[in-house]
């Protein structure tokens, strides 16, 4: 059944088209846009004066594997929810365990350079299962260098999952900072030889550790530059922290040179990982400026004491899912560092959301509202609609068509050659994917904190997915389950 969406702003990054007017939807595709469409035969039109019509964002980098992280998501204004920084392994696991148990939102996953380097060098069998990866994060077995048949074999692995369809591969280097750089040139070549994306968890900052191999953010720059691969530095903003003004102009440097680099952002001034990550040692937090206080536990909401306790947490449950706070939201200069990683040209938002876990360690809810007791980090909830808050409304930095750019079509544009479906995402074309937000450009708006971290975010009166309501006047469709696949052409 045709749905008109009728008389709204309509902003289409895709062509730069910025005005009132009607947006068509028939069969899940884009049918027409345009001022004073007429009424299809029993179409459902929705009056959408005074809001804003956009596509759905498109994040790449999402953890939440599951139908309530979707849910969440899908109230921030996103219709697309990747998984490329970490990646899964198997892939055809992945898509097959999310396929079967439905999704609110189009998903997607890369390959899983972790998973790869464990069975190679320790011989865990992957399971497509983002908490096992957590809890390998304590094991130093992977992230030493691999010799030469180890390399061959991993990279072997990554081939297999290009093939089977994989979005890219996903480096969590940044978690194997000791591994040779050689190895992660050997990565860029693959993916260069495959013309498809790496997304990079980057490496400890000279700033941070001088005794590290090679700078996080150099490293990405030199193997752009030497393979010419295309690159992806994920969350900039927490890889670099304060440094972020040395980062980004390597970054731009790169990008003027004519490298194919790309950099994302949230707006939160905390991370988040499994607590026995490498950079959360006891002995590595003084180079960040940090303390073990700095460091919440998701699940029990425990702030750690001291060293002693943050070497036993590491110890006993080194996959345990933690709040790292790095930067001060309420410091007007780190406030504007984090700004500075928004405004930077052509930097996409993406919310690296992690996954929600109660006590216990349930990890999915279909009940809606979501069960009390929830913890995760409020970026699952809220980054898309924080970010038009700051952005837009409240700064005027950018316009809306900047950022619809931003957050829908410059990350679709990142997959197009891996996945020539995605040509079709981040844009109101005739033809494109009717994956549609309707936003009250007054009220968008972030609702979750770190003590309340599932309170989803406000002003999102639509959300069509592949032309479904999954939010219909700013409720929640619990009975729509319209996501499909993302996948890479075999490579």
């Not at 939160?268 to 960040?288: D, H, K, M, N, Q």
């Not at 609609?385 to 829908?408: D, N, P």
Request: hydrophobic share 40%; aromatic share 6%; net charge negative.
């Amino acid at each position: 059944m045709p749905i008109l969406l009728r008389g709204g702003r309509v902003v289409d990054p895709g062509s730069g088209l910025d005005a009132r007017g009607d947006v068509l939807v028939r069969d899940a595709r884009v049918a027409t846009v345009g001022a004073g469409l007429a009424v299809p035969d029993g179409a459902t039109v929705i009056d959408v004066e005074g809001l804003v019509v956009g596509p759905g964002f498109v994040d790449l980098h999402s953890h939440v594997h599951s139908i309530a992280g979707h849910r969440l998501q899908a109230l921030d204004g996103v219709t697309t929810a990747l998984d490329l920084e970490a990646g899964l392994m198997p892939i055809e696991r992945a898509y097959a365990e999310a396929a079967r148990d439905g999704r609110p939102l189009h998903y997607g996953f890369s390959a899983s350079w972790g998973a790869a380097r464990a069975q190679a060098l320790l011989g865990v069998e992957p399971d497509a299962q983002l908490s096992s990866g957590l809890k390998l994060l304590g094991e130093p077995g992977w992230q030493r260098s691999s010799s030469s048949a180890e390399l061959a074999q991993w990279l072997r692995l990554l081939e297999r999952e290009l093939a089977a369809g994989a979005l890219g591969i996903g480096v969590l280097i940044g978690y194997a900072p000791r591994s040779d750089p050689r190895e992660y040139l050997e990565v860029a070549r693959l993916a260069a030889a495959a013309n498809a994306p790496t997304y990079t968890h980057v490496r400890e900052l000279v700033e941070a550790d001088p005794t590290t191999p090679i700078d996080g953010s150099d490293e990405v720059v030199i193997a752009a530059a030497e393979t010419g691969a295309a690159m992806h530095h994920c969350h900039v903003n927490s890889t670099s922290r304060r440094h972020i003004d040395r980062v980004l102009a390597t970054l731009e440097r790169a990008r003027s040179a004519g490298s194919r680099v790309s950099v994302e952002a949230y707006p939160y001034g905390a991370g988040s990982t499994g607590v026995g990550a490498f950079f959360l040692a006891p002995e590595r937090l003084p180079a960040w400026g940090l303390t073990p206080s700095n460091i919440v536990l998701v699940e029990t909401g425990e702030r750690i004491a001291d060293a002693d306790r943050l070497r036993e947490v590491r110890t006993e449950t080194p996959g345990a899912e933690c709040i790292i706070e790095y930067l001060d939201e309420n410091d007007p200069a780190d406030q504007s560092l984090l700004q500075r990683s928004l405004v930077f040209p052509d930097a996409i938002v993406a919310s690296d959301a992690m996954p929600i876990i109660w006590r216990g360690g349930v990890t999915d809810s279909r009940d809606w509202p979501l069960p009390p007791g929830g913890g995760t980090h409020p970026r699952t909830a809220g980054t898309f609609a924080k970010t038009l808050r700051l952005m837009v409304r409240e700064s005027g930095a950018w316009t809306w068509l900047e950022a619809f750019r931003r957050c829908a079509y410059l990350p679709a544009r990142v997959l197009d050659d891996v996945a020539p479906a995605a040509r079709a995402k981040g844009h109101l074309g005739a033809g494109a994917d009717a994956d549609l937000v309707v936003l009250d450009p007054q009220r968008v708006t972030d609702t979750a904190t770190y003590r309340d971290p599932t309170r989803p975010s406000q002003g999102v009166r639509h959300l069509l997915v592949a032309g479904t309501f999954v939010v219909r006047d700013g409720e929640l469709d619990v009975d729509a389950y319209p996501g499909r696949p993302l996948r890479g052409e075999p490579r």
